[in-house]
């Protein structure tokens, strides 16, 4: 049985601060095979720098996956053609940057697909990801049963669909983007564990990781608002799961939620 930590995103410094202290703490508390951590939010609350990625690997993150913030920091572009641990949302076109999944081998020296979609209710109209990662998904199976999905999306109906659609084929599929934790986690019946949204790691004082007097500014007045980071009570929000690493099927799925101080 292997355990892999999928983390929420990590939203600016508040953040990467909660992981460099509270990966390690639980790192040996869970004997931890493998961190998968969504950080496209990690530079100032929107963005990803290289400098940043090579931080957030430094406090244990074995895989970052991102979504439709991924290219707000333009310095990203030309790293992530480079990156095996920084992947983006496999259904952008193919001659986007970077790619879609990777495989990585987790501690314990089992190997683990991790791959990437993004949704398309109320976000970006790009490939159907529902089509685009059965593909992935045999062709990493010829290495690995173990199989992680990062999907991120705004609708939870979306959501739900890609679980039952995956169920049985790969180990876990975990939502982001909204950073709110749900608190839906579970197996499901053909032995893959989900969650709908693993939540955020960053301050909750504010709104979503920003100052709540700015989001509260825009929606009173709709007037465009520079949003900035907030700073209090800041938190880890994700799940640990575990792994069948033989038949690549779950066994358990916890939800975490860690006080940084």
Not at 57 to 69: E, N
Not at 78 to 88: A, E
Not at 203 to 223: A, D, H, N, Y
Request: charged share 25%; hydrophobic share 40%; aromatic share 6%.
């Amino acid at each position: 049985m292997m355990n892999i930590l999928c983390i929420g995103d990590v939203v600016g410094e508040p953040g990467r601060k909660a992981l460099n202290v509270l990966i390690p703490r639980l790192a040996k508390e869970k004997k931890l095979d493998c961190v998968i951590a969504n950080s496209e939010n990690a530079a100032g609350g929107s963005g990803l720098t290289p400098s940043i990625c090579e931080d957030i690997f430094s406090f244990g993150v074995d895989v970052i996956t991102s979504g439709d913030h991924i290219w707000k920091k333009k310095e990203i572009v030309d790293y992530i053609k480079t990156s095996s641990k920084l992947i983006r949302p496999l259904n952008y076109p193919k001659d986007v940057p970077g790619s879609g999944w990777t495989i990585v081998t987790a501690r314990n020296g089992v190997k683990i697909g991790v791959i990437n979609l993004m949704g398309r209710v109320f976000m970006d109209p790009l490939e159907n990801p529902f089509l685009a990662v059965l593909p992935v998904v045999e062709n990493i199976r010829k290495t690995t049963p173990v199989i992680v999905v990062d999907m991120h999306a705004e609708a939870t109906s979306e959501k739900i669909a890609l679980g039952h659609y995956l169920d049985g084929k790969v180990s876990a599929i975990v939502g982001t983007h909204t950073h709110v934790q749900t608190a839906d986690e579970k197996i499901l019946k053909s032995g893959t564990a989900y969650i709908t949204d693993l939540g955020m790691t960053g301050p909750f004082e504010g709104v979503i990781g920003r100052k709540k007097e700015q989001i509260l500014s825009r929606f009173l007045t709709q007037m465009p608002v520079r949003f900035e980071m907030a700073e209090g009570d800041v938190r880890l929000n994700g799940a640990i799961i575990s792994v069948d690493e033989k038949t690549g099927l779950a066994k358990g799925i916890e939800r975490v939620e860690m006080k940084y101080t």
